[in-house]
Each structure stands twice: as structure tokens, then as C-alpha cells.
């Protein structure tokens, strides 16, 4: 059950570092057309299929080995096209998040570390990562092996997706049954189903609500918009509650403030060596 923030809490702010509300994909701009063309090429070519070798492929964990810390520092070579309220380098928006999450929650170690490397998985856009293209790695998320649901962004586009017209994959349900839990979905291939393996086949010891939250932090159609809430299970329903919690602070903790990396490391190295191995497979 989620425990009660401090009570000097994060306050979230209304509008974004581009000065415009949050998440709003109608907004008329050069970036806002960008993630359009962005969503455009997500929902055609995200299938089934292509999820399905995507997991076989990047499961054998064969392509760098590595600490956590070393991957953060990796990312600061990344900027995320999907995304319609950042473009700082992503380091600094892992660091501005946990430093929120830290702050309202100072006894949750292991919500600080997870808000720390939710978005490691983006290291997927780099050359030795297989130099996936924006579309396999970043954006919102949602299940494959049943109907899109009109509250995934940009939803229109499914149109020309091949599962779109496919009659085992276009109906509620699909190829799952009621309840069937949210670790039985195939979900949209990215960094957050990535970063999950990384951490889940290395050994993280961080609880189960950690380990969902980078599962399905960009799952936004489930925790925004309630959808495929039917495919659920007790377990989903009680991580849903602290994915909430933390969504919080990965939307609205994306500012301008700057954080003294050199200053915080120390405190993040511990909790890094608390829960991970040194070195990961990646």
C-alpha cells in the first residue's frame, strides 16, 4: 500500500519547459509535428511479429557489459523525438526525477532508484545497442495480440498497421482471457520492456513494484486513461498504485532546474550497489 509523501512535498507545475501543458500532442509547433511523425511510424510498424523478435533478440543480453552508472552517463547522449515536453539530455531528466521522488518519499530507497534508471533502456537509440530507430525505443506503450484502444495517442494511425486488420488481434480480448495479468501482455517494444529485462535477468533486487514501474512507466492508455484494465490481474491492480505515484514525478519533474550531478552521485552509487551487481549484461 503507498505510504504518504513528506509534507514539504514536489509541487507539480502547470506547464511545461517549452511554457505549454503537459503531454499536449495537439499543440501547434515544429517539436509537436516531429512527435506526430514519430507516432505515425510507432503505430505502423509496431506488430506483433516485430515484438516478438525484438524480446528473442535482445533477451540473449550479448551487446555490452556494464554497471548502472555507466549506462546513466551513456545517456546523456540521448534525446527522446517522442516526447513533447523535454529535450534536455536525458541524464538530467533521470536526475531531476529521483531527486522529486526523493524528496516526498525520503524512506522509499528503492522509488529514488527507480526513478533514477526508469529510462536506461533508451540506450537502445545508441550504435553498440543495435541503433534501433526512434519509433522501436521511445513513446507511450500498449499491448499487441488485441485491439488498439482509442485512448493510445495518435490512435488514428493504426489504420495502416498490418495487426490492425488481422481478426486473432483486433478484438477486446485478442489472444489473452480476462485477468490474465499484465506480464502475459506483449506490450509495444521500447526501453521500459528492455530496461526490465536488464534488470530482472541480472538480478535486481528491487521489489516487484520497482520492476513494474519500469515495465510499464510509458504504459499511459492503462494509467492515464484506464484502458485494458481487463487484462489486469490483483497483483497488476496493487503496482498500478505506486506506477501512479511515480508518474507524477517522471511528467512533471521535467523542468529547467538544473541538478549537481557530482553532488547526488554518491548518495545513487549506494543505492545502486544495495540492488544491482556491479556489472550487468546488457
Known amino acids: 500500500m503507498a505510504v504518504a509523501p513528506a509534507s514539504d512535498a514536489f509541487i507539480s507545475p502547470e506547464i511545461n519547459s517549452f511554457g505549454q501543458s503537459f503531454r499536449d500532442y495537439n499543440a501547434e509547433s515544429e517539436r509537436q509535428k516531429g ?3 514519430f ?3 510507432n503505430h505502423i510498424n509496431q506488430t506483433y511479429d516485430f515484438v516478438k523478435k525484438m524480446r528473442e533478440e535482445y533477451s540473449k543480453l550479448n551487446r555490452v ?4 552508472w555507466e549506462c546513466c552517463e551513456l545517456l546523456n ?5 517522442s516526447d513533447p515536453d523535454l529535450d534536455e539530455p536525458q541524464i538530467e531528466h533521470l536526475l531531476q526525477t529521483a531527486e522529486a521522488v526523493r524528496k516526498d518519499y525520503p524512506n522509499e530507497d528503492w522509488l529514488h532508484l527507480t526513478a533514477l534508471i526508469h529510462d536506461l533502456g533508451k540506450v537502445l537509440l545508441l550504435p553498440k545497442f543495435g541503433g534501433l530507430p526512434q519509433w522501436a525505443v521511445v513513446g507511450d506503450t500498449h499491448p499487441l495480440g488485441c485491439a488498439f484502444d482509442e485512448a493510445i495517442v495518435h490512435h488514428k494511425y493504426f489504420k495502416e498497421n498490418p495487426d490492425h486488420n488481422n481478426p486473432s488481434y483486433n478484438s477486446k480480448y485478442g489472444i ?13 517494444w521500447g526501453h521500459d520492456d528492455y530496461m526490465y529485462l536488464v534488470a530482472k535477468e541480472n538480478g535486481s533486487t528491487l521489489p516487484q513494484a520497482g520492476l513494474f514501474i519500469i515495465r510499464y512507466h510509458s504504459f499511459y492508455p492503462l494509467h492515464k486513461s484506464g484502458a485494458y484494465e481487463h487484462l489486469m490481474n490483483k497483483e497488476d491492480e496493487e503496482n498500478l498504485k505506486w506506477l501512479q505515484i511515480f508518474n507524477k514525478y517522471d511528467l512533471y519533474s521535467k523542468s529547467k532546474v538544473r541538478i549537481d550531478v557530482e553532488k547526488v552521485k554518491p548518495y545513487y552509487l549506494s543505492l545502486i ?10
Open 273 to 282: 550497489d544495495k540492488y544491482f551487481p556491479e556489472k550487468l549484461r546488457w
Open 77 to 81: 547522449e540521448v534525446v527522446d523525438d
Open 35 to 37: 512527435v506526430e511523425e
Open 39 to 41: 507516432y505515425r511510424l
Open 176 to 188: 489473452y482471457s480476462h485477468g490474465c495479468g499484465l506480464e502475459n501482455v506483449m506490450m509495444s
Open 65 to 68: 557489459e556494464m554497471s548502472i
